[in-house]
């Protein structure tokens, strides 16, 4: 067999690191950790308020589905690859599990993709794509945050939640290191009510 002579092929290409979300050529939305921080928002279920799109069941803390645009794992598929990918700084966190109820500690933003993102994502992004970006370590000094949360909940148990955040640089202007620690507690109702 005489093997065949292809004509050259040229792929262009561009990247940027300034894409503006107006100009994007998918449904895009990003939402900035300082605004998350001081509306209050601590998990994705807050992130789908603020988000169209974005949708968080309401089964608990460990067991919540993400959906968006309507699109998501279930029960029919069985064990099968989940539709939606969730990222940390592009590090895929599941594969066909629920949403591990990660706290949104020093988040620097979270990126919700709509659509198929299979070309920049691969398998496992069929519905789209939710990246949660954390805040890289600083050189420029040391310093800290420690934060504390609490709840009560009618009927009950109560909740509290726990934050640490260290920055401290290493090597002058080459090396830093950030670290970042959480602890919540989720009061849950009690699903027994008292007799009249």
């Known amino acids: ?20 979300l107006s100009r ?27 988000v169209s799109g974005l949708t968080v069941t309401n089964l608990g803390p460990g067991r919540d589905k993400l959906f968006i ?11 099968a690859q989940s539709l939606i990918g969730l990222y940390l700084d592009d590090v895929r966190l599941t594969y066909d599990a629920p949403d591990p109820a990660l706290r949104l500690a020093d988040i620097e933003r979270v990126e919700v993709l709509r659509g198929p993102q299979g070309a920049l994502y691969g398998a496992g992004s069929m519905g789209g794509v939710v990246q ?19 709840a009560l909940t009618a009927g ?13 640089p290493i090597l002058r202007d080459r090396l830093a290191v950030r670290v970042v620690g959480y602890d919540e507690t989720v009061g849950a109702t009690s699903m027994i009510r008292p007799s009249d």
């Open 1 to 20: 067999m005489t093997p065949t002579t292809l004509d050259e092929v040229v792929v262009t290409a561009s990247r940027t690191d300034n894409l503006l």
């Open 69 to 79: 645009r309507g699109l998501a794992d279930g029960p029919v598929a069985g064990q």
């Open 132 to 150: 949660m970006v954390s805040r890289a370590p600083d050189l420029d000094g040391v310093y800290g945050r420690v934060t504390a949360d609490g």
């Open 156 to 168: 009950g148990a109560p909740g509290d939640a726990v934050e640490l955040m260290i920055n401290a």
């Open 24 to 50: 994007a050529p998918y449904g895009l939305s990003s939402l900035d950790g300082v605004t998350l921080e001081r509306a209050g928002v601590s998990d994705l279920d807050g992130v789908a308020a603020r």
